[in-house]
């Protein structure tokens, strides 16, 4: 099983406790998530994750592909960081860890995904040609739209 690292940093021009609140709060996930991934939380969430909490969704990664997707959060430590877990899905493995530090007036935010796909050689194709490019994809409208938000 080839498994593949994703990095993403951002630098939110707001303190450590409201960039925490806002996304520990799995409700904010549709606001920082493209449009046409058409992402739906379909189960009922608290407003600050915990671990062993279970986030179902509805997301639509491709034209004419609707996936479910279910993840837990399994470890939370606050302000610090917190990790997802997908139980099943779209991907072979996923492990989402979200990281946040307070750098003066700033908050730097940092993801590290780890995945994998099914389908052997066909996984890494697609990996290739298509999931990288649109994990890029999806985290740049996510930077665009914190900055938005939150300033940088």
Known sequence: MKIYTFERT?????SLETAWDFFSDPNNLPRITPPELNLRITSETQREIYPGMI???TITPTPFFRSTWA???TQVDSPSYFVDEQRFGPYKFWHHKHFFTEI???TQVRDLVHYSLPFGPIGRLANLFFVSRRLDFIFNYRSAQLRKLFGN
């Open 10 to 14: 951002e630098f939110l021009g707001v």
């Open 55 to 57: 986030i179902t969704y």
């Open 71 to 73: 993840t837990e959060i």
């Open 104 to 106: 003066g007036d700033k």
